[in-house]
């Protein structure tokens, strides 16, 4: 039986329907919005012996034939999830995950499948809601319905889900998550704007989503949903008096100690000792797991009550920075930031245009200029474990980064380079991803890119307790965001907000403690700022050495396949023969690359020859390709000939053409005429010197050169023949 409901959203209706596919998962839904179309599955099983975390499992599978498109490569078939799919995997994962029962281990996996893309409305928040509706119409023990809404802010309004077209014209670009009651995830992207707009944006967007929010309820009241029971393992009180009893007053040295490796090192002690008093009676797994759960609320007690931080901290302090720039001698720039125990290493590549990534996804961009990348390897956190490629938190890091420096980022017009940045974690306590914004802009200026301010990240953090009270941290530690209830990162420059990700893990946060976040965040933006700007304040006005130089030149649009030639033969001989790249655009704008200036303008002299229109009374060189009986045809220009007549091959009378110029000879030659049928009509002799003149008239044989004999260019016979 098929069941669904509607709602009309951002002017576009959006439909919820079940009982239609995939009937044998535990929950299926089809999300239409547009002509966007999205099946989302959830299924589960019970819980594998030993497990104590809650394996959630999002998957996004992006199908070629939503767009209509054919995959590329050889095999023609869906490879590995795009950084597209992954960042919509972790945009669902990333509200779900706190919602479900605590304790509740059960494999759980949410399979979205994009069936149709209609290049206007993003199937990115019809996963959430999909996911949230799937979960709800199953027997799996999730009841916190969410929903996800996009607002963009356009010619001074604020706007519902805007559609692809629109973003470009958007400073805005912000996904909000939230259940019935409270928002719990914010991402965004903007061009400089104010935390006050920021918001703005959240509370218009959680209107909407506890709108479709109210039409999954709905549809759930219709299917008649029977959910499984889950009972919450009830705490071992025996277990935790004696783990208390073996602790004393040990939290008390730990938190005492202000250094980070330091107090790991406090802490591991009195895990040992705990463990040994107790491990006649308990399992040492037990032991440990109720050590964490009294440090945590020790921790979470100290700030609430206390106001005091692990490290030692106020609640607004932002721990000690430093900044260093040109520090590699081979990339093109480089730029190390270290705040606490964090230290991140950014280096910067300029390319050519034609190094621009190619993307295949099912959005309508294909190709972007900007990358910027993140790793995060194990001796970061001084660990020991297998380097594999990126996974799904690097590839994600790496995204909020470049999304923060992205409007910053100069145009192709007036920048016309590719650039990645690459951001090495070389040491991690906390906010990794926003000293990766800073590193990536110390970076950015080392290298010589004009970005228009500098940009900054900053983490804050959120204790919560049970009667409302709450604290806000600035910079949160590794400790403070292990322990704590939100991870608030807030990137931008001195103007406004470029990026904003908000992840909690109790159900929500209200719109107070959310303006508050951020205006705080905005004071630590502002101190991190002054110290980048200390330590380089403008973009270098020279690019590295090692850096290409790009060389810009416009050509009339409909030349563009005189340059490029039958199957690319033209434009791939001048790159082999000055070995520079060339990139030509559809508007006829060209872009030569090379660190070699000469073999630039050499490039630049070839492409303007293949271009140049052919004028009545312009000189040139060309290459004789062709010889008659009557006369020579020159090429001036690839694809375009002229004849000189035998009369006009030199200055005095020849009998023969050959006896002046043969196939292959390079001679200097004057356009005379260009008749009504486009024939070229040229002149040698009317540029031949007597006495150092040209001779001005080249009308016919007769005007002969009564010079001293001595050669000229191009002349075969030798002086004592000459008449």
Not at 152 to 161: H, L, M, P, R
């Amino acid at each position: 039986m098929t069941d669904s409901v509607q709602g009309v959203f951002g002017d576009r209706d959006l439909i919820i329907e079940t009982g239609r596919l995939a009937e044998q998962a535990d929950g299926a839904v089809v999300v239409t919005y547009g002509e966007t179309v999205v099946l989302v599955t959830a299924c589960a099983k019970d819980p594998r012996e030993g497990i104590d975390f809650f394996p959630l499992t999002i998957d996004y599978e992006e199908r070629q034939y939503a767009a209509g498109k054919i995959p590329g490569g050889y095999f023609k078939r869906e490879g590995r999830p795009t950084q597209d799919a992954i960042l919509t995997m972790r945009l669902t994962d990333r509200p779900l995950r706190p919602l479900f029962p605590d304790g509740y281990h059960n494999d759980v996996q949410v399979i979205i499948t994009v069936l149709s893309a209609d290049q206007e409305n993003d199937p990115d928040i019809l996963a959430g809601i999909g996911a949230s509706a799937a979960l709800g119409i199953s027997s799996i023990p999730f009841t916190n319905l969410i929903s996800t809404t996009r607002v963009g802010y356009i010619d001074g309004k604020y706007v519902i889900n805007p559609m692809y077209s629109q973003l470009a014209d958007s400073e805005l670009d912000i996904i909000i998550a939230g259940t019935e009651n409270a928002v719990v995830m914010v991402e965004a992207g903007a061009k400089e704007v104010s935390e006050d707009m920021l918001v703005e944006a959240i509370k218009l967007g959680q209107e909407t989503n506890q709108q479709i929010i109210n039409l999954q309820k709905e549809l759930i009241s219709k299917c008649n949903v029977t959910k499984k029971d889950f009972v919450v393992k009830e705490a071992d009180v025996a277990l935790e008096a004696a783990v208390a009893d073996a602790i004393g007053d040990g939290l008390d040295k730990v938190f005492a100690v202000n250094d980070r490796y330091e107090q790991r090192d406090v802490m591991n002690e009195l895990k040992s000792s705990v463990v040994e008093k107790t491990g006649e009676s308990y399992d040492k797994r037990s032991v440990l797991d109720a050590i964490e759960s009294k440090w945590k609320n020790y921790v979470r007690a100290k700030i609430l009550k206390e106001q005091q931080r692990p490290d030692g901290r106020n609640m607004t302090q932002v721990r000690p920075l430093s900044c260093d720039v040109g520090l590699m001698p081979r990339p093109h720039g480089s730029g190390l930031f270290k705040r606490g125990a964090t230290q991140v290493l950014t280096l910067t590549t300029l390319g050519s245009q034609s190094e621009e990534q190619r993307l295949d996804g099912l959005g309508p961009e294909e190709r972007k200029r900007f990358i910027h990348h993140y790793n995060f390897p194990p001796f970061s956190v001084g660990e020991v474990k297998r380097m594999t490629g990126p996974g799904r938190r690097e590839i994600g890091h790496g995204a909020l980064a470049e999304r923060a420096l992205l409007p910053v980022i100069p145009g192709e017009d007036e920048f016309p380079y590719t650039i990645r940045l690459v951001s090495e974690v070389l040491s991690s306590n906390g906010s990794s991803s926003m000293a990766s914004v800073c590193g990536s802009t110390l970076s950015l200026m080392d290298a010589g890119v004009p970005v228009k301010a500098p940009v900054a990240g900053i983490a804050m953090g959120l204790i919560k307790g049970d009667s409302g009270e709450y604290a806000i941290l600035t910079d949160i530690s590794g400790t403070e965001d292990h322990l704590g209830d939100m991870d608030f990162k807030v990137a931008g420059t001195a103007k406004g907000v470029t990026a904003l990700q908000m992840d909690i893990k109790v159900l929500g946060i209200n719109e107070q403690i959310m303006a508050e976040a951020l205006t705080q965040a905005k004071d630590a933006r502002m101190f991190i700022l002054n110290k980048i700007t200390e330590t380089i304040s403008e973009a270098r006005p020279e690019l590295s050495k090692y850096a290409p130089r790009m060389y810009k030149l416009k050509i009339d649009p409909e030349k563009i396949g005189m340059v490029i030639g039958p199957k690319g033969k033209t434009i791939r001989a001048i790159i082999e023969e000055t070995k520079t790249t060339i990139d030509i655009g559809d508007d006829g704008s060209v872009v030569i690359g090379s660190s070699d200036g000469e073999a630039a303008d050499k490039a630049i002299k070839m492409i303007e020859n293949l271009t140049k229109e052919v004028k009545v009374g312009e000189i040139y060189t060309g290459k004789v390709v062709r010889i008659m009986n009557f006369g020579a045809f020159v090429e001036l220009i690839p694809g375009k000939d002229g004849m000189v007549h035998i009369s006009q091959l030199a200055d005095y009378r020849v009998a023969n053409v050959e006896d002046v110029v043969k196939v292959g000879d390079e001679i200097e030659v004057k356009v005379m005429e260009i008749d009504n049928m486009g024939r070229v009509n040229l002149s040698r002799r009317a540029l031949l010197q007597t006495g150092g003149e040209t001779t001005g008239d080249a009308s016919g044989p007769g005007n002969r050169s009564g010079g001293s004999g001595s050669q000229r260019p191009g002349d075969k016979r030798p002086p004592q023949n000459r008449r």
